[in-house]
């Protein structure tokens, strides 16, 4: 008889990436300013492993920021690690339900009780025990969101100093929905040695008294998502992608990894549409997430075709996310893919034909990068109809490429858009028509596109990107060893 394999948590191997690359993208006194900081905690940490933790390697913004941060943080002189818990389907299924009631969402409308408490506790403790022989005390372990709450008694236990980071969240804590998440994170996460949110509305009651850290997400404006890329490789980019008309060119679909090796598009995705693909010149509007509920693309694609948008600027929208088999902690993808298909099917030929759905592989999640990259870049509006969000990254890449956003005024966004000034904000997310509305009024104005995206371009340089998340995030842990 066999016996069953115990999960073991990975460890995700990060080169260091070089601070000095950011001296060109920010002014000289911030630069100086977060570099010193760095500095001063790598001296605090000296002979400690500062622990990142959490669900997935690929596939989301959680795992994003932490491929540059811990590259970042290892060339700042800090011994930063990764490693990735083993979950299972029945552990991943109530962690999604967390997620979604923390968002204000019911989900899949299953229980939060002893019973879902239980199943995150036998997987925890099996990657708790495998940890365990890695994280020496003093060590700091940062655990992120909830699939990693019940990791924190038992690593305080074993001597670690302990922060749970939380990305998402929800500005009524009163919610019924948001408050029974809560009831079942709080007795974990409150042994914390400090939590981190990305906005003080996120932060529930109980946990204000102890030491709470508001740190924003911020993208890496060097990554293949987020590198500059001439217009010919964005083009070729896409025609490889199969996103738009044209004749591959296998030589020009060009691009960097994050330790600067050259790298190079090879495969297509997987798109549904009817008819041909449109050609380099059909302004397009794109969406560019996982295929999650609360993301809205049912709405967004109504929104569309509703009011016949495309017909303003003979536009096309693309509806853009990772291939469902390539993100291991969200089983819903594969069921909201499903719904949004039918959607498509059910649509009137006309507004049919200017609506792809494109699943971008994820075989080489660098390769995946340059795709968004690229389809962000072309775009002529850049949509986030969240009807949640705790911070919305793809809203700060398009601003970082310069493209005009319109996004839900929702949680973390409403801190990034200035609406009208760096983008538009929809401030019922669940209309269509105010979508359809904002849509039209920048497909009919590309002098106001411009305008946009320009300010969205400005904002987004100003507010200093990973470097200034490292730096915060930094502060925390030089304090609490201190």
Same mark, same amino acid.
């Given at each position: 008889?066999?016996?069953?394999?115990?999960?073991?948590?990975?460890?995700?191997?990060?080169?260091?990436?070089?601070?000095?690359?950011?001296?060109?993208?920010?002014?000289?006194?911030?630069?100086?300013?977060?570099?010193?900081?760095?500095?001063?905690?790598?001296?605090?940490?000296?002979?400690?492993?500062?622990?990142?933790?959490?669900?997935?390697?690929?596939?989301?913004?959680?795992?994003?920021?932490?491929?540059?941060?811990?590259?970042?943080?290892?060339?700042?002189?800090?011994?930063?690690?990764?490693?990735?818990?083993?979950?299972?389907?029945?552990?991943?299924?109530?962690?999604?339900?967390?997620?979604?009631?923390?968002?204000?969402?019911?989900?899949?409308?299953?229980?939060?009780?002893?019973?879902?408490?239980?199943?995150?506790?036998?997987?925890?403790?099996?990657?708790?025990?495998?940890?365990?022989?890695?994280?020496?005390?003093?060590?700091?372990?940062?655990?992120?969101?909830?699939?990693?709450?019940?990791?924190?008694?038992?690593?305080?236990?074993?001597?670690?100093?302990?922060?749970?980071?939380?990305?998402?969240?929800?500005?009524?804590?009163?919610?019924?929905?948001?408050?029974?998440?809560?009831?079942?994170?709080?007795?974990?996460?409150?042994?914390?040695?400090?939590?981190?949110?990305?906005?003080?509305?996120?932060?529930?009651?109980?946990?204000?008294?102890?030491?709470?850290?508001?740190?924003?997400?911020?993208?890496?404006?060097?990554?293949?998502?987020?590198?500059?890329?001439?217009?010919?490789?964005?083009?070729?980019?896409?025609?490889?992608?199969?996103?738009?008309?044209?004749?591959?060119?296998?030589?020009?679909?060009?691009?960097?990894?994050?330790?600067?090796?050259?790298?190079?598009?090879?495969?297509?995705?997987?798109?549904?549409?009817?008819?041909?693909?449109?050609?380099?010149?059909?302004?397009?509007?794109?969406?560019?997430?996982?295929?999650?509920?609360?993301?809205?693309?049912?709405?967004?694609?109504?929104?569309?075709?509703?009011?016949?948008?495309?017909?303003?600027?003979?536009?096309?929208?693309?509806?853009?996310?990772?291939?469902?088999?390539?993100?291991?902690?969200?089983?819903?993808?594969?069921?909201?893919?499903?719904?949004?298909?039918?959607?498509?099917?059910?649509?009137?030929?006309?507004?049919?034909?200017?609506?792809?759905?494109?699943?971008?592989?994820?075989?080489?999640?660098?390769?995946?990068?340059?795709?968004?990259?690229?389809?962000?870049?072309?775009?002529?509006?850049?949509?986030?109809?969240?009807?949640?969000?705790?911070?919305?990254?793809?809203?700060?890449?398009?601003?970082?490429?310069?493209?005009?956003?319109?996004?839900?005024?929702?949680?973390?966004?409403?801190?990034?858009?200035?609406?009208?000034? &760096?983008? /538009?904000?929809?401030?019922?997310?669940?209309? +269509?028509? #105010?979508? =359809?509305? *904002? @849509?039209?009024? !920048?497909?009919? %104005?590309?002098?106001?596109? &411009?305008? /946009?995206?320009?300010?969205?371009?400005?904002? +987004?340089? #100003?507010? =200093?990107? *990973? @470097?200034?998340? !490292?730096?915060? %995030?930094?502060?925390?842990?030089?304090? /609490?060893?201190?």
């Amino acid at each position: 008889m066999i016996a069953s394999v115990r999960p073991r948590p990975a460890e995700v191997r990060v080169p260091a990436q070089p601070l000095e690359r950011f001296r060109d993208e920010v002014d000289e006194e911030s630069f100086g300013g977060w570099r010193a900081r760095i500095a001063a905690a790598a001296e605090s940490l000296r002979g400690r492993v500062v622990w990142n933790v959490n669900s997935t390697g690929r596939g989301g913004g959680v795992a994003e920021m932490l491929a540059t941060e811990v590259g970042l943080a290892r060339d700042g002189g800090i011994d930063a690690r990764w490693m990735v818990l083993a979950g299972a389907p029945a552990f991943f299924a109530v962690t999604k339900r967390i997620h979604n009631r923390l968002h204000g969402d019911e989900g899949d409308g299953g229980p939060l009780g002893a019973r879902e408490r239980a199943v995150m506790e036998a997987v925890l403790k099996d990657n708790a025990d495998e940890l365990a022989a890695v994280v020496r005390r003093g060590d700091v372990v940062v655990l992120h969101d909830p699939q990693t709450a019940g990791l924190v008694p038992v690593l305080r236990r074993r001597g670690a100093i302990v922060v749970w980071r939380c990305h998402i969240g929800h500005d009524d804590l009163r919610d019924p929905l948001v408050a029974t998440a809560w009831e079942l994170l709080l007795p974990w996460v409150a042994d914390a040695h400090a939590t981190v949110f990305s906005r003080a509305a996120y932060v529930p009651t109980a946990l204000r008294e102890g030491r709470v850290a508001i740190v924003r997400p911020a993208i890496d404006p060097f990554s293949p998502k987020n590198q500059a890329l001439p217009a010919d490789v964005v083009e070729a980019i896409l025609v490889r992608a199969g996103i738009l008309e044209g004749r591959p060119d296998g030589d020009a679909c060009l691009f960097r990894r994050a330790d600067g090796s050259p790298a190079r598009v090879d495969r297509g995705a997987d798109i549904l549409r009817v008819g041909r693909a449109p050609g380099p010149g059909v302004p397009l509007v794109a969406q560019v997430s996982r295929w999650d509920r609360l993301k809205d693309h049912l709405g967004l694609m109504s929104a569309f075709a509703r009011l016949e948008v495309a017909e303003t600027a003979g536009a096309h929208l693309v509806l853009a996310g990772p291939s469902v088999t390539g993100v291991a902690d969200d089983p819903d993808g594969p069921a909201v893919l499903a719904e949004l298909t039918a959607a498509w099917r059910a649509l009137p030929h006309d507004a049919r034909r200017r609506v792809q759905i494109a699943s971008l592989p994820m075989v080489d999640p660098t390769e995946n990068a340059a795709m968004v990259n690229a389809l962000q870049r072309h775009t002529a509006v850049v949509v986030q109809k969240s009807l949640r969000e705790g911070y919305g990254l793809t809203v700060a890449e398009a601003m970082w490429k310069g493209r005009p956003v319109v996004a839900g005024a929702v949680g973390g966004i409403v801190d990034q858009i200035d609406d009208g000034v &760096d983008g /538009l904000l929809v401030g019922d997310p669940r209309s +269509a028509i #105010a979508t =359809g509305h *904002a @849509l039209v009024r !920048l497909l009919g %104005d590309p002098v106001e596109r &411009d305008r /946009l995206g320009a300010a969205a371009r400005a904002r +987004a340089r #100003a507010d =200093g990107m *990973a @470097l200034r998340m !490292l730096a915060e %995030d930094a502060d925390l842990q030089r304090e /609490l060893v201190a």
